[in-house]
T-cell receptor, first 114, second 113 residues
Framework: NAGVTQTPKFQVLKTGQSMTLQCAQDMNHEYMSWYRQDPGMGLRLIHYSVGAGITDQGEVPNGYNVSRSTTEDFPLRLLSAAPSQTSVYFC?????????????FGEGSRLTVL | AQSVTQPDIHITVSEGASLELRCNYSYGATPYLFWYVQSPGQGLQLLLKYFSGDTLVQGIKGFEAEFKRSQSSFNLRKPSVHWSDAAEYFCAVRADSNYQLIWGAGTKLIIKP
């Protein structure tokens, strides 16, 4: 099993550009989520999904869009990148629709916005 | 509001010495508590969890944690650290709603040879 796979691992954008961070899991997990990690701030939830066709906002959703058309994939879209979105992004998943908190993480995507 | 506090930003420990990382939470009922570890350049991995029952829980890599309701704490311990334990450690509590964890800011563990 590959687990949770994120692409790309590194990306540099200019302000105003758009891009999509990809996340795929092969564990048939219903729950998937996106976090951003900034120094000294722990992890902050951006968006999450409890199944195909169902998404909801987390703590810091502004500037980000998500969709969940399949169980396996949960892409994160930045429509118009801003320097404040420079961060490391993690995708995480867990089985079931009752959230236990036992998350499986990808290796992260480091995004720099100039 | 729920919160998690990890008072130590950095901790330096000699290889072979014991380790205790502190975590305090605010929550009214019995919380679901977690410790995750992040090695440099990697994602996070679950070390151990507490849901209910025995307040001393064992995890992977020789770690354990003790839930103390009276102190609102869930401290992580290891009797003897190895150089490979150098990483950042995060404490988290499951939120009441919204399918999310509330995270501490993390403690970076540095191992002295």
């Amino acid at each position: 099993n590959a687990g949770v796979t994120q692409t790309p691992k590194f990306q540099v954008l200019k302000t105003g550009q758009s891009m999509t961070l990809q996340c795929a899991q092969d564990m048939n997990h219903e729950y998937m989520s996106w976090y951003r990690q900034d120094p000294g701030m722990g992890l902050r939830l951006i968006h999450y999904s409890v199944g195909a066709g169902i998404t909801d906002q987390g703590e810091v959703p502004n500037g980000y869009n998500v969709s969940r058309s399949t169980t396996e994939d949960f892409p994160l879209r930045l429509l118009s990148a801003a320097p404040s979105q420079t961060s490391v992004y993690f995708c995480a998943s867990t089985e079931g629709t009752v959230f236990s908190g036992e998350l499986f993480f990808g290796e992260g995507s480091r995004l720099t916005v100039l | 509001a729920q919160s998690v506090t990890q008072p130590d930003i950095h901790i330096t420990v000699s290889e072979g010495a014991s380790l205790e990382l502190r975590c305090n939470y605010s929550y009214g009922a019995t919380p679901y508590l977690f410790w995750y570890v992040q090695s440099p350049g990697q994602g996070l991995q679950l070390l151990l969890k507490y849901f209910s029952g025995d307040t001393l829980v064992q995890g992977i890599k020789g770690f354990e944690a003790e839930f103390k309701r009276s102190q609102s704490s869930f401290n992580l311990r290891k009797p003897s650290v190895h150089w490979s334990d150098a990483a950042e450690y995060f404490c988290a509590v499951r939120a009441d709603s919204n399918y999310q964890l509330i995270w501490g800011a993390g403690t970076k563990l540095i191992i002295k040879p």
